[in-house]
């Protein structure tokens, strides 16, 4: 009896503490929600205020209406899903040859993907920058893309993923006459969806609140997306609290029911791709 109320209060405590570090974690979220909806200047108070005295959509209007927000908002869609497709359509088809297609120097050519996981992207932001202005692709779309089109650990964990898949289920294709394109679109892509909803989500996630490489890229505001719009808008209204976490509401919420979406998928993909091979 005793060990049962001792396993019963270790429960307990630890259902106590999970509870007080998730209302921790959302706290600073649940605030930002509460400045956007204040007026002008009410959050500047000392101490500031945890409600508004009266909820206005004021900010939201002003960002939509003077500022022109829902077009950077359009922007950062169109660039995040384009950037999510390219990802998918080149990390899928990459990671599964890495796993289930031989070729000569397959082995090397992963290894040496791998060690380049070390090095910080800023390194090769200039280089990148120079030959995309050779190409003519300097503020436009096309610039923002084509870093965003592969990313080695995309690679790396499809390959994880698609080692799982057993030898023998692409074997008996192949002996039923199944060409490579129908196995890997009729049976590898199915296999993979848990991986596939993930890794899009990564995808669009990293391209969505990318800041550095849009500003580096884009120089026509019309093009900017939204984390560059924002910080743009920023500099111009730095003592807008209110109107800054509106701005930030903004660019989180579709990210945020993206990922309630399709949490299911993501962390089957996680749990399952993160520990094979």
């Given at each position: 009896?005793?060990?049962?109320?001792?396993?019963?209060?270790?429960?307990?405590?630890?259902?106590?503490?999970?509870?007080?570090?998730?209302?921790?974690?959302?706290?600073?979220?649940?605030?930002?929600?509460?400045?956007?909806?204040?007026?002008?200047?009410?959050?500047?108070?000392?101490?500031?205020?945890?409600?508004?005295?009266?909820?206005?959509?004021?900010?939201?209007?002003?960002?939509?209406?003077?500022?022109?927000?829902?077009?950077?908002?359009?922007?950062?869609?169109?660039?995040?899903?384009?950037?999510?497709?390219?990802?998918?359509?080149?990390?899928?088809?990459?990671?599964?040859?890495?796993?289930?297609?031989?070729?000569?120097?397959?082995?090397?050519?992963?290894?040496?993907?791998?060690?380049?996981?070390?090095?910080?992207?800023?390194?090769?932001?200039?280089?990148?920058?120079?030959?995309?202005?050779?190409?003519?692709?300097?503020?436009?779309?096309?610039?923002?893309?084509?870093?965003?089109?592969?990313?080695?650990?995309?690679?790396?964990?499809?390959?994880?993923?698609?080692?799982?898949?057993?030898?023998?289920?692409?074997?008996?294709?192949?002996?039923?006459?199944?060409?490579?394109?129908?196995?890997?679109?009729?049976i590898v892509l199915p296999l993979l969806l848990p991986i596939l909803v993930t890794l899009a989500i990564f995808s669009f996630l990293g391209s969505w609140n990318d800041f550095m490489?849009?500003?580096?890229?884009?120089?026509?505001?019309?093009?900017?997306?939204?984390?560059?719009?924002?910080?743009?808008?920023?500099?111009?209204?730095?003592?807008?609290?209110?109107?800054?976490?509106?701005?930030?509401?903004?660019?989180?919420?579709?990210?945020?029911?993206?990922?309630?979406?399709?949490?299911?998928?993501?962390?089957?993909?996680?749990?399952?791709?993160?520990?094979?091979?």
């Open positions: 009896m005793s060990m049962t109320r001792e396993l019963a209060w270790r429960r307990t405590a630890v259902n106590v503490l999970l509870v007080l570090a998730a209302l921790v974690t959302l706290f600073p979220l649940v605030w930002m929600v509460s400045v956007s909806l204040m007026a002008p200047g009410e959050a500047s108070h000392f101490p500031p205020p945890l409600l508004p005295a009266r909820p206005t959509l004021h900010n939201y209007d002003e960002l939509f209406g003077h500022f022109g927000i829902g077009g950077y908002f359009v922007n950062s869609l169109l660039v995040s899903t384009a950037a999510t497709l390219l990802s998918l359509g080149f990390n899928v088809g990459a990671g599964y040859a890495f796993a289930k297609l031989r070729f000569r120097g397959r082995e090397r050519v992963f290894r040496l993907l791998l060690g380049a996981l070390v090095i910080p992207a800023q390194v090769s932001m200039l280089p990148l920058f120079l030959i995309l202005k050779q190409m003519g692709l300097v503020n436009t779309y096309g610039g923002v893309l084509i870093p965003t089109a592969t990313s080695i650990f995309g690679i790396f964990l499809v390959r994880q993923y698609a080692l799982t898949i057993p030898d023998t289920l692409l074997e008996a294709a192949r002996l039923d006459g199944a060409s490579e394109l129908r196995i890997f679109r009729s490489w849009p500003l580096i890229v884009l120089t026509d505001k019309d093009l900017y997306t939204l984390p560059v719009a924002l910080a743009s808008l920023s500099r111009e209204h730095v003592q807008d609290n209110e109107m800054m976490m509106a701005g930030s509401v903004l660019t989180i919420v579709p990210v945020l029911l993206l990922f309630l979406g399709l949490q299911r998928y993501y962390l089957q993909g996680l749990l399952l791709g993160g520990v094979k091979g």
